[in-house]
């Protein structure tokens, strides 16, 4: 396939269409694809195609290290996102505890103390 560009021959092919990332009214979608530029090595690609893949809107591409690192970024991200969700369960069972201390007419040193204990047991 070829498309023109400011007087400017730049020819692509789309080598594996990997997944439709979101889609607009007017057909068009945001698509990861394995995109051959110009005769050059294959990389990934992230920009919106019309329909019949003729026309597409700028976008970016990424070498293969590069998308392993964001993959790895992405992986790291879940994880810290699951911590901190535990984390805060933790911070939860924890004010309960504290509550429910001072509401059965316990002193503050007694709902620290049952904070203390709870933490202990994590």
Do not use: C
């Not at 590069?66 to 879940?78: D, G, Q, S, T």
């Not at 996102?81 to 201390?101: G, H, L, W």
């Amino acid at each position: 396939m070829a498309v023109y560009d400011d007087d400017r021959d730049v020819t692509f092919e789309i080598i594996e269409e990997i997944g439709i990332i979101s889609t607009v009214e007017t057909g068009w979608a945001k698509e990861l694809n394995l995109v051959r530029w110009n005769g050059g090595v294959a990389k990934y690609d992230i920009r919106e195609w019309d329909p019949s893949h003729q026309r597409m809107s700028r976008g970016i591409t990424i070498k293969e290290e590069e998308m392993r690192r964001i993959l790895e970024l992405m992986r790291k991200r879940r994880s810290n996102i699951r911590r901190r969700r535990s984390d805060d369960r933790e911070q939860v069972v924890t004010a309960e505890a504290v509550s429910e201390a001072l509401a059965s007419g316990g002193s503050e040193a007694a709902a620290a103390d049952a904070e203390e204990a709870e933490e202990s047991e994590a």
